[in-house]
């Protein structure tokens, strides 16, 4: 059976960033609650013409070149996003035209904060079970669209963002070791967004309502955040018979440094263990956990070998923790730039509307 390894990774933040004071001009709240709160300074927020596709394709072609992989090699892309670009299409297939994959599947995942963790899972089963070699799994969340900027209990905590990783099939050990994936929809009023769906419809009354705003009850997410991260992490560990001792790096969904305090002493090891980097970029949802990784890496933090355990929680609600073996890039004589494809898909993307549009003129001839 073979392996699946994390081969390439890659992250892209919008450039604009938005300071806690910057909010403090909007709503009544000051930098100093909002840091001993929440542990954030400032988070980015992307421009009018950047969408969930638009950081998803950056971070894409990144996490691509690390591993050496042309687009056109990917058999899968699975988005995680809460911020979809449109109901339908899925924004991965937006992003799989534009990196020029032409011959993977594609199609979103939505377990909100979770979802990389969720994603990450089912792509590395895929590889696992043979049926697919290469695949690419994505976090981009613009959520600073659904956020209502008069309500500073919500306002305060998301930034938008994207982060990648690629996975690859090899028969040496190591990679994704384990996964555990929780639900529990009794809780699914804690954190919502409920207009623009089947239930509510746009309407003018759902727009009056706020029904296009995330909704949050902060304090019943928090219990429940520090009450599932760390047993979580126990859980995918005991699964592969390993203990925290085994484990040289924790990296959880940055929601909020509290939780990640309150976990870290759940599970008895020192804050130190855990990449944080929630201050500079506030709650990214799906993307924080890649971006954080990407950041870890960068650093230097990640070697060959460490125990990686990822650990997530969000709407749903939704939790799961992943044990990682770290590889880093195969090795590979050939130097692919993935930032080549693009021209090719944009050029792919002209000529197949146009062979769409004449087949149209011809089938309405032949009606
Ligand atoms: C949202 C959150 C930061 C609020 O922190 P908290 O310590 O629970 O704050 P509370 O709601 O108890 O409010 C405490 C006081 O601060 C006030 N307050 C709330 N938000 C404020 C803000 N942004 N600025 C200043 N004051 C604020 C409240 O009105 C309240 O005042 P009062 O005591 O006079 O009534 C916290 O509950 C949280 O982080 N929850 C988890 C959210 C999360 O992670 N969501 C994403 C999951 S993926």
Redesign the pocket.
């Known amino acids: 059976m073979p392996f699946a390894h994390i081969t390439g990774w890659g992250m892209y933040v919008p450039e604009p960033v938005l300071t806690n004071d910057d909010i403090a001009k909007l709503i009544?709240?000051?930098d100093e609650?909002?840091r001993d709160?929440?542990g954030i300074r400032e988070r980015h927020i992307a421009r009018e013409n950047e969408f969930p596709s638009t950081l998803a394709v950056e971070a894409s072609l990144k996490a691509l070149e690390m591993a050496n992989l042309a687009p056109t090699e990917l058999d899968l892309i699975i988005c995680s996003t809460s911020s979809p670009e449109f109901i339908f299409p899925a924004t991965a297939c937006i992003i799989q035209d534009q990196i020029g994959a032409t011959k993977a599947g594609a199609f979103d995942l939505l377990a909100?904060?979770s979802g990389f963790i969720f994603a990450t899972n089912m792509a590395a089963q895929a590889i696992r079970s043979g049926s697919i070699k290469n695949a690419l799994v994505i976090g981009s969340e613009t959520l600073s669209r659904f956020v209502d900027w008069k309500d500073?209990?919500t306002c305060?905590?998301f930034g938008d963002g994207a982060g990648a990783f690629v996975l690859q099939a090899s028969d040496k050990p190591g990679g994704v070791l384990s996964a555990v994936m929780h639900s529990d929809g009794s809780g699914a009023d804690s954190?919502t967004l409920l207009g623009g769906g089947s239930r509510h419809p746009a309407t003018e009354l759902t727009l009056h309502e706020g029904k296009h705003f995330v909704q949050?009850d902060?304090?019943a997410?928090?219990r429940f955040?520090t009450r599932v991260m760390g047993r979580a992490v126990i859980e995918a560990l005991e699964a592969i018979g390993m203990t925290t001792n085994d484990v040289q790096w924790i990296i959880p969904?940055q929601?909020?440094f509290r939780?990640i305090e309150t976990a870290a002493k759940y599970l008895k090891m020192p804050l130190d263990k855990f990449v944080i980097n929630v201050e500079h970029y506030g709650?990214t949802?799906t993307a924080s956990i890649p971006i954080a990784t990407v950041e870890a890496a960068q650093k230097g933090q990640l070697k060959a070998g460490d125990k990686v355990v990822f650990v997530g929680?969000?709407?749903g609600l939704t939790w799961g923790a992943m044990v990682v073996e770290w590889t880093g890039p195969m090795p590979t004589k050939k130097h692919v730039r993935p930032e080549q494809y693009r021209l090719f898909a944009r050029l792919r993307r002209f000529v197949r509307r146009a062979i769409r549009y004449i087949e149209s003129f011809y089938s309405r001839k032949e009606v």
């Open positions: 009544d709240t000051n609650w909002i709160h929440t909100a904060c500073r209990n305060i905590l954190l949050m902060g304090k997410v928090f955040a969904h929601a909020n939780i709650n949802s929680f969000g709407a």
